[in-house]
């Protein structure tokens, strides 16, 4: 059995999960910190079977940490486009997890959504989840779409900058200032952002949403 969870609130059982609504997207006009650097404030937690956010998704001075286990993730209360996500993690031991764009309900594992792939050694390719589609997978079988050349991740334990634009139907993601991937023409272009737990320890230390730079200006540009 799966449940959804709040933070500090109790729990909705999927039954009433159809039901959920994020409100209209927000385009950010100045830099939004989704993390606290205190407690996952603003988050919410969809795991599977009865386990306590708190056994999954912890904070410690100043940073996050999730054992990988169970299967979900942690995601964001508001409906965001138009956005550069900034996330500054590690991986502990090598594993898997992923970053879900324009995430929509109801909730479940895994959510309609586009993941920009976060397992160790895999950053930069895209999974198209849920029935989600984009330019770069139509006609393949499966729904990764791997990333242009080798990673750009530090070596185990060491911090890595994931900067993410969302840019109308435009996902990029960059690793350590490389762009690594591009989807255009993406079927969905807002929603809820996540972050998974899938078998892999990690910490994070920074999650933010800055408003679209110039293009020109863009990371690796």
């Given at each position: 059995?799966?449940?959804?969870?709040?933070?500090?609130v109790g729990c909705v059982f999927l039954?009433?999960?159809?039901?959920?609504?994020?409100?209209?997207?927000?385009?950010?006009?100045?830099?939004?910190?989704?993390?606290?650097?205190?407690?996952?404030?603003?988050?919410?937690?969809?795991?599977?079977?009865?386990?306590?956010?708190?056994?999954?998704?912890?904070?410690?001075?100043?940073?996050?940490?999730?054992?990988?286990?169970?299967?979900?993730?942690?995601?964001?209360?508001?409906?965001?486009?138009?956005?550069?996500?900034?996330?500054?993690?590690?991986?502990?031991?090598?594993?898997?997890?992923?970053?879900?764009?324009?995430?929509?309900?109801?909730?479940?594992?895994?959510?309609?959504?586009?993941?920009?792939?976060?397992?160790?050694?895999?950053?930069?390719?895209?999974?198209?989840?849920?029935?989600?589609?984009?330019?770069?997978?139509?006609?393949?079988?499966?729904?990764?779409?791997?990333?242009?050349?080798?990673?750009?991740?530090?070596?185990?334990?060491?911090?890595?900058?994931?900067?993410?634009?969302?840019?109308?139907?435009?996902?990029?993601?960059?690793?350590?200032?490389?762009?690594?991937?591009?989807?255009?023409?993406?079927?969905?272009?807002?929603?809820?952002?996540?972050?998974?737990?899938?078998?892999?320890?990690?910490?994070?230390?920074?999650?933010?949403?800055?408003?679209?730079?110039?293009?020109?200006?863009?990371?690796?540009?």
């Amino acid at each position: 059995m799966m449940r959804i969870l709040m933070a500090g609130v109790g729990c909705v059982f999927l039954a009433a999960a159809a039901a959920l609504q994020a409100g209209e997207p927000v385009a950010p006009k100045e830099e939004i910190a989704l993390f606290n650097g205190q407690d996952l404030s603003g988050w919410e937690f969809c795991l599977a079977g009865d386990t306590p956010p708190a056994a999954t998704f912890s904070v410690s001075e100043g940073v996050i940490r999730c054992t990988g286990r169970p299967n979900g993730y942690m995601r964001t209360k508001v409906n965001y486009k138009d956005y550069k996500l900034t996330i500054e993690w590690r991986f502990v031991k090598a594993g898997n997890s992923g970053v879900l764009l324009h995430v929509s309900a109801p909730d479940k594992v895994w959510p309609r959504s586009i993941e920009c792939q976060g397992m160790f050694r895999n950053q930069g390719d895209f999974y198209l989840i849920g029935g989600t589609e984009c330019n770069e997978h139509k006609g393949k079988k499966g729904r990764r779409v791997p990333k242009r050349g080798e990673s750009n991740e530090k070596p185990l334990g060491e911090w890595n900058l994931y900067e993410i634009i969302c840019r109308g139907d435009v996902v990029q993601p960059y690793v350590n200032g490389k762009l690594m991937n591009e989807a255009t023409g993406c079927t969905v272009t807002e929603g809820m952002i996540a972050i998974q737990s899938e078998g892999g320890v990690w910490e994070c230390r920074k999650i933010t949403l800055s408003p679209l730079p110039p293009q020109a200006d863009e990371p690796g540009a």
